[in-house]
């Protein structure tokens, strides 16, 4: 008994020492670990972007929150650690706000677990929510039309009214509370693009500010607001309203705290201005940049663009790498890219390219982005000096061939059909449409077919060559039979990421008009192909006999 209990003892020590040592190792181990992390971040020697930030634009076409759900780690594992929610109509507003919901806004349960699940893998959320300009959502209802600047345009609210501040206000309330209950809200942006109205209505113009001083006037408002609701917010604006102040009245405007700007620009070259991001630099704690992994190559587009959109990434990243403003810094780190991905260019334009099937230009840009904040671009210059399609060689292709499973060889000409992703589907799908879509144009316009003309022939003056016509009639009939073939698929393939209202608007805005003019040339031609006796078509040239005789 006495030795079994002397063993038992010893035991016991040993298992404590091994457990203090373990602690020891583990806790210096760590304070190693976080005094090299300071180290290196206060020694930073390239400019790293530490959000990367990818943008849900939920409006008109907002995607299942499974399928999103689905997204987050493939955005993760790509880079990605952030996500700006533009929640617009889809946000669960309540009490007076509640007919600023979409019928088919989200619930209130499953966004909160949703967005629980995002941060869990490491998301800062930012959610958005438009206080100026493109209140279309707002300022179209009944209810609070009468706070437009300008009555004739539903897209800009009157700052100056005092109901129009009471609207914002209950907005960021239930806005900031519903994100601040979930966690900590570090930043919200608060919109202010495109005010095309402002200083029009009579409480505004009465006191001769200038649309600068309103405008100044009404963000450090709502900067207030937030900060009232909650002290920790960042509040982000995008730029495009600071661009064309110039540098000397924005040298009078006073620093603007815990506001930062984003700088957006969207083409394939980009047109950033030194100037205005030298402004920016002087007032504000930091800037973030925005490029556009879709939404920017036609509000119709229905795949992205990706050589364009890839340049897009390519040209911010070489304006910032070393960028130094005129010499001001030494090198600056921006906080952050948002890659925004537009569904429609405003509440009431048509729906632009859908998520899915911009998969692949989300993912290279993610990609290229991470090459950008491991160093390996800006050490060399490579961004700055190769052709982008070597670049892309060297430093991309195997990766994005990897993200989506197939061989990519070249980015300006990659046939996507072996590729697998979420949306492969519904990618090729939309190419076999956008191809019966060229056949259509084709087929009406070129000089080969010319089917429009034809028709105008047949139509006015009864010319018709019947072996044409018929021809013609199977033409369009194949065709049209190809359009609901693509179509059934589209249903199908559509219902896995949208609800009904999103799918019936998608098809009708892609194939309606197709149809009309299909079915209304085959009624045209078929006509004609019933007519047995004709009349001369000289008939209907209309000589005018007393011009004749007066020669
Ligand atoms: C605004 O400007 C107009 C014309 O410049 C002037 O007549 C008016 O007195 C000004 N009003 C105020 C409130 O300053
Ligand atoms: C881009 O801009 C540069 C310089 O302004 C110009 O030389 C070039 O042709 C432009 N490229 C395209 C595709 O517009
Ligand atoms: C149109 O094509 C479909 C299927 O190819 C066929 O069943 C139908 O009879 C055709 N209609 C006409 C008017 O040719
Ligand atoms: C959506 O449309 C499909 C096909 O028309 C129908 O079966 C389904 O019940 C609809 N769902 C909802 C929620 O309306
Ligand atoms: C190791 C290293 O790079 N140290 C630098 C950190 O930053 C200071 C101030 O910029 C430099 O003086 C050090 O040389
Ligand atoms: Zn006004």
């Not at 070489?318 to 569904?343: D, M, Q, R």
């Not at 492969?424 to 089917?451: A, D, P, R, W």
């Not at 194949?478 to 098809?507: C, W």
Request: overall charge neutral; proline content about 3%; aromatic content about 12%.
């Amino acid at each position: 008994m006495h030795l079994l209990s002397k063993i038992r003892i010893v035991k016991l020590k040993c298992f404590l020492l091994i457990t203090i040592i373990l602690s020891v190792y583990v806790f210096v181990s760590y304070l190693f670990l976080e005094i090299r992390y300071t180290r290196e971040n206060k020694n930073l020697t390239r400019p790293i972007l530490r959000y990367v930030v990818v943008h849900l634009d939920l409006k008109g076409s907002p995607p299942s929150l499974n399928y999103l759900e689905d997204l987050l780690p493939v955005l993760k594992k790509h880079g990605a650690n952030g996500l700006l929610v533009e929640y617009e109509d889809m946000f669960p507003y309540e009490g007076r706000l509640v007919n600023l919901r979409a019928k088919n806004c989200y619930d209130k349960i499953e966004l909160q677990r949703f967005l629980r699940g995002a941060i869990e893998l490491g998301f800062e959320i930012i959610p958005l929510i438009q206080t100026f300009g493109h209140m279309e959502f707002v300022l179209k209802q009944k209810e609070f039309y009468h706070l437009r600047e300008d009555p004739t345009y539903p897209d800009s609210i009157c700052p100056t009214k005092i109901e129009s501040q009471m609207l914002i206000k209950e907005m960021l309330i239930q806005m900031v509370n519903f994100h601040k209950n979930i966690s900590p809200l570090k930043f919200i942006h608060i919109g202010c693009d495109e005010v095309f109205h402002i200083n029009k209505c009579y409480e505004c113009s009465r006191e001769n500010f200038s649309n600068t001083d309103i405008f100044i006037k009404h963000i450090r408002k709502i900067k207030q607001i937030v900060e009232d609701i909650n002290p920790e917010t960042t509040v982000l604006i995008w730029d495009d309203m600071f661009r064309s102040i110039k540098l000397k009245s924005w040298n009078e405007i006073g620093y603007f705290n815990k506001i930062q700007t984003v700088y957006w620009d969207y083409g394939a070259n980009s047109s950033v201005s030194h100037v205005n991001l030298l402004k920016y630099h002087r007032k504000f704690d930091n800037i973030w940049i925005a490029t556009a992994f879709k939404g920017a190559d036609g509000r119709l587009s229905t795949i992205p663009n990706l050589k364009n959109r890839f340049l897009n990434h390519l040209s911010w990243l070489k304006l910032i790498a070393n960028y130094k403003f005129g010499g001001e810094t030494n090198f600056h780190s921006f906080v952050g890219i948002i890659l925004t991905g537009w569904s429609r260019y405003s509440h009431f334009d048509p729906l632009c390219e859908l998520l899915p099937a911009s998969i692949p230009s989300l993912l290279l840009n993610l990609l290229l982005i991470r090459k950008f904040n491991e160093g390996h671009l800006s050490y060399n210059n490579a961004i700055k000096e190769m052709d982008f399609r070597d670049f892309f060689n060297k430093y991309l292709q195997t990766d994005f061939s990897d993200s989506l499973h197939c061989v990519i060889h070249d980015i300006e000409k990659t046939n996507y059909s072996p590729c697998i992703f979420d949306g492969c589907e519904l990618y090729n799908y939309l190419s076999e449409f956008l191809k019966i879509h060229e056949n259509v144009i084709y087929y009406f316009e070129s000089e080969k077919h010319g089917l429009s003309s034809l028709q105008y022939y047949a139509n006015q003056k009864n010319l018709i060559n019947m072996n044409n016509a018929v021809m013609n009639m199977k033409l369009c009939n194949g065709t049209l039979h190809e359009l609901f073939d693509v179509e059934r698929k589209l249903l199908v393939v559509m219902s896995q990421y949208y609800g009904n209202d999103t799918i019936e608007e998608y098809i009708n805005a892609k194939m309606l008009h197709l149809k009309r003019k299909l079915e209304g040339s085959m009624k045209i031609f078929k006509d004609l192909m019933g007519i047995r006796a004709f009349e001369t078509s000289l008939k209907h040239l209309k000589w005018d006999s007393t011009v004749l005789e007066s020669h």
